[in-house]
């Protein structure tokens, strides 16, 4: 019985291995689930410049977090409907007009 047919992908040991593998120089093993390999790499040497061992829970908060932003990003870089573009553009001058109104 494999690792994944009890409980699932284990990046813990993933990144133990990856985390070997670059400190005797050698070139990093893919796996197909799990982390991406060259955020792996540039986690790997964040760790080795700073000098503090990065532990397997923190590393996949860091990657989860990493994932939302660039998804956000993504999200907001996509081109916008001019007619909804002109239309939130004339939301945002009406409210500043009726804040503008209510402080008179």
Known sequence: MSRKEVGGYNNDLAWRINRIQHYLGIPLTEFSEGLDPNWVKQQLNAEEQAGEEVHAEELEL????????????????????????????????????????EEW
Request: zero cysteines.
């Open 62 to 101: 860091r990657y989860e977090e990493d994932q939302d932003r660039s998804w956000n990003d993504s999200e907001t870089s996509e081109s916008e409907d001019p007619e909804y573009a002109q239309l939130r553009e004339e939301e945002k001058e009406d409210l500043l007009n009726s804040l503008k109104e």
